[in-house]
């Protein structure tokens, strides 16, 4: 699928944060620390520093042998930039991003995102913090296999909302979603399960999912690592014209050079450290 | 929202889980029948016996029983006030039943119970236990024409036909034996030539019942058509006499005057074929001989002593249904009853009198009823006599005072007034160290039945409940292996922000929905089987030929059930709750499960 079916001006009045928003924004219900990050949201893309890492080391133990996987790397992704990692196999860049995604706590360093310290935060925020700032894609997809492509995407705002809120808001957050399936280019395939899609119409269902929540930064995890090169360049359009239309931060992980090329800035990882930043 | 979704997706899509709860179900719906079944019969108990039973008894256990029971009438009626609704008196006292069939004697222990008509009616449904519909509505101790137990096609024929008919054949047997004794007589005399016809006659029939005393007070017993009196160990004068002149040779009466129905029209062939010596100038010829025989119904003097079957009673008995009849299988398979005394036949009853040292008394009577409570217990020996009659042979009523003793005072309580309180009242108003008497609630008689019962049903529970608890451990596994499997989808679900708790919550709602279907389809399957157990144990009984009911044993003729609401309420929380507890373990570990390593599982 290619950029020239998408409706960039529909687009700019569903996903574009400083219109008036369809629903209403997720509320926090859980303490008051949680306000830390809630953040001011529709700051132009001036080329600030979304998500900054510093120092980050990471062991993971195994049957009592230390693996160093993270030995102090810093990181730093500008707003409105794609920022590719780049690096072996076992050179940590998966690991990283699921410190920057708050998927598991580093044993030194911190993580900041939009200013505030995100990595030292309870599990309660983090998961809010994951649902409402972040969007993920991952190089299998993982698509819930039990539910349609539709439920799928809606699965985030589910997630984040009460059963009320969601049953309340249904139609326009049906909406929202269904503009969203359209937009990556799967209307067609609203109600099919994710075992009667293809690779990319798999890898475009988690896009569609990854955008619902109108997330601040999307982290890919090889997005194009299982799929073959025009499907591949396919998903990099639709996260290239998302970069360039709406200004989302994008931070991917890919062992493809030619994928890291097209990037605004490549940060290298080698073992455990960062080699180069471009 | 995700978590309804997905867990309903998951009870929809996971088969296996299904399968797991199908132990749930086969628990639940055993857990149902069985309770239903144990409430059923425990129902139908209770109420057998509360209906047998009256609410409360003041009983004595001296044979003599109270002696004044009008001050133990004035004190009951005192101390219960408007709580009492009934009271009657009772004799209840151990004693033998001697009955004949097919010529031999049948003698039984029984509880012979002397009840007052009008007033046992008001405190136990004895009544409706009887088998003649007039004795259902009220009881009087006579006996009926026919009609006993309209709509029962095995009940033999009974009743005043029934005993006239007997009567008639019998004398009519006897008269032809007699007949047939004279002819023989008269041949043997001929023979010998040298005495006289009256000397000879006179000592064969001395000879004939001096040589054999007991077979005369036997035949007393049985065939019935001898007064009471004469049946007595000591005939003495006139009586005597007139007993030996009807009373034919005794071997021979026994045999051709058998009870059983079967052997009456053999009989009624041999009296035809006997007819024809009658003819005979010798024997009418004999017959003028014997005058006393021709003369005793018509002599006002004889008729007095003589008891005749086809037109007298004796007093009423009701007998237990068991007493008299037997309940068997045919080689058919089916289920019949056999009945050694009928309504219309006479009994002898030995009962000790009141007196003491107690010496034993021989009374006559007459069934007029049988007695079916379906409890085995009572009906295979408990025996009713009115209580007036019974006080009388007895020697209960003080020939001074007329006071009349009873052995027990029975009496039913307004509905909705607590039982053991007014037994408690009541004794403390008969201390049993002066009064010497026993209250009791029907409860406390069949305590150890009830108490039975009710312990074989809780172990029942408990034992199910265990199953359902072993299913539980299967839904535990099961729901590990679901965990396992959906690890990534776990992982996912994090990632997009899922709390643990959420997570959890999957699959504790997904716990929580097996176990209402599993408890649901339980449920609906137990009932319907309860529903149609009698055609269930019909149809089990077809195909493997045996039966799963014996009528024969359990005197009910379907598998009483009741379905009780909350024992389905609880049976269904219970297995709910098993399940959901079972769901918690995997539900943890699902929480605790790391993103990370849940999206690296591949």
């Excluded at chain 1, 940590?92 to 991003?97: A, E, P, Q, R």
């Excluded at chain 1, 209307?187 to 896009?207: C, D, N, V, W, Y």
């Excluded at chain 2, 005043?160 to 008919?165: A, G, I, K, P």
């Excluded at chain 2, 077809?542 to 009910?556: A, C, L, M, N």
């Amino acid at each position: 699928m290619n950029t020239s079916t998408l409706n960039t001006s529909k687009l700019n009045t569903t996903i574009d944060r400083t219109d008036d928003q369809i629903y209403e924004p997720l509320d926090f219900d859980g303490p008051t620390r949680l306000r830390v990050v809630a953040f001011p949201t529709s700051e132009p893309a001036t080329g600030r520093t979304m998500l900054q890492a510093q120092g980050l080391h990471k062991t993971y133990k195994k049957n009592r042998v230390s693996v160093p996987v993270l030995k102090g790397v810093d990181f730093a992704a500008q707003q409105g930039k794609i920022t590719a990692i780049i690096g072996q196999s076992g050179s940590g860049k998966s690991t990283l991003l699921h410190l920057l995604a708050t998927l598991d706590r580093p044993d030194q360093g911190e993580v900041h995102f939009d200013g505030h310290r995100i990595d030292h935060l309870s599990r309660r925020s983090r998961d809010q913090f994951r649902n409402q700032r972040l969007g993920m894609i991952f190089q299998f997809y993982h698509l819930l296999p039990e539910l349609s492509t539709l439920e799928n995407v809606l699965a985030p705002i589910m997630i984040g909302r009460s059963a009320f809120s969601y049953l309340m808001n249904r139609r326009s957050i049906h909406n929202h979603a269904k503009e969203l399936i359209e937009r990556v280019g799967l209307g067609h395939r609203l109600h099919h399960k994710p075992s009667e899609l293809s690779g990319g119409e798999m890898q475009r269902t988690a896009i569609a999912r990854a955008l619902v929540t109108n997330p601040d930064i999307l982290l890919a995890d090889e997005p194009t690592g299982n799929l073959d090169q025009e499907t591949g360049a396919g998903i990099l359009d639709i996260l290239k014209d998302l970069n360039r239309e709406q200004g989302l931060t994008i931070v991917m992980v890919t062992h493809d050079e030619s994928i890291a090329k097209k990037c605004d800035a490549v940060v290298r990882l080698s073992k455990g450290r960062v080699e180069s930043v471009v | 929202m995700y978590k309804f979704l997905l867990c309903w997706r998951y009870l929809r899509t996971r088969w296996i889980a299904l399968a797991s709860i199908v132990s749930v179900t086969l628990g639940v719906a055993t857990l149902i029948v069985v309770n239903s079944v144990m409430d059923g019969f425990t129902e139908e108990m209770h109420n057998r016996i509360h209906g047998i039973l009256s609410d409360l008894v003041v009983e004595s256990h001296s044979s003599g029983g109270i002696s004044d029971s009008k001050w133990f009438e004035d004190r009951i009626r005192e101390t219960l006030g408007d709580r009492l609704e009934g009271l009657t008196t009772v004799v209840a006292v151990p004693a033998m039943l001697n009955f004949s069939f097919n010529g031999s004697n049948h003698t039984q222990q029984i509880n012979l119970i002397g009840i007052d008509q009008q007033s046992y009616a008001s405190v136990s449904d004895f009544s409706q236990y009887l088998m003649h519909p007039e004795n259902q509505k009220r009881i009087d101790f006579l006996l009926k024409n026919d009609g006993y137990a309209p709509g029962r096609s095995t009940f033999p024929e009974s009743g005043w036909n029934y005993r006239r008919d007997m009567a008639r054949l019998r004398k009519e047997i006897e008269r032809e034996t007699q007949r047939n004794r004279e002819l023989r007589r008269q041949i043997k005399s001929a023979e010998v030539g040298s005495l006289s016809l009256s000397e000879s006659m006179d000592k064969t029939t001395i000879g004939g019942v001096t040589s054999s005393p007991e077979p005369t007070a036997q035949a007393a017993g049985n065939s019935s058509d001898i007064a009471s009196p004469s049946s007595t160990p000591e005939p003495t004068g006139l009586a005597a006499s007139s007993d030996l002149e009807n009373q034919p040779s005794p071997e021979s009466l026994q045999q051709e005057s058998a009870n059983d129905l079967s052997s009456v029209d053999s009989a009624k062939q041999e009296a035809t074929e006997l007819n024809p010596p009658q003819s005979d100038s010798t024997t009418t010829e004999m017959m003028m001989a014997g005058p006393s025989l021709k003369l005793s119904p018509t002599d006002p003097a004889a008729r007095a002593h003589y008891f005749d079957s086809e037109t007298d009673t004796h007093t009423g008995i009701v007998l237990g249904i068991s007493i008299g009849s037997m309940r068997y299988r045919d080689p058919h398979g089916d289920v019949k009853d056999l009945f050694f005394v009928r309504p219309g036949d006479d009994v002898t009853v030995a009962l000790p009198g009141a007196g003491s040292p107690p010496r034993a008394i021989d009374e006559s009577f007459t069934v007029v009823d049988f007695y079916e409570s379906k409890m085995s217990e009572y009906d295979s020996t408990f025996a009713f006599v009115p209580l007036d009659r019974l006080q009388k042979i007895r020697g209960m009523i003080d020939p001074t005072t007329g006071k009349k003793s009873v052995t027990s005072i029975q009496m039913k309580l307004k509905p909705g007034v607590n039982l053991a309180e007014a037994r408690d009242d009541l004794r403390a108003v008969f201390p049993p160290d002066q009064t010497m008497v026993h209250v009791q609630s029907w409860r406390d008689t069949q305590g150890p039945l009830l108490a039975a019962v009710q312990l074989e049903t809780t172990i029942l529970n408990i034992l199910l409940f265990m199953i359902i608890a072993v299913a539980g451990f299967g839904i535990l596994a099961t729901f590990f292996m679901i965990v396992v499997e959906k690890t990534r989808d776990i992982g996912v679900l994090k990632s997009l922000g899922a709390p643990g708790s959420g997570i959890a919550s999957i699959f504790l709602t997904y716990g929580l929905l097996l176990g209402i279907v599993g408890s649901g389809a339980g449920v609906t399957l137990g009932l319907l089987f309860v529903w149609n157990i009698n055609s269930i144990a019909a149809l089990i009984e077809k195909i493997t030929g045996r039966e799963v009911f014996d009528p024969t044993v359990y005197y009910f003729s379907e598998i009483p059930t009741i379905i009780h609401p909350a024992m389905v309420v609880w049976v269904i929380i219970g297995s709910v709750l098993i399940a959901v507890l079972a769901s918690v373990l995997p539900s943890i570990r699902a929480a605790r499960m790391h993103p990370v390593q849940a999206l690296r599982y591949e």
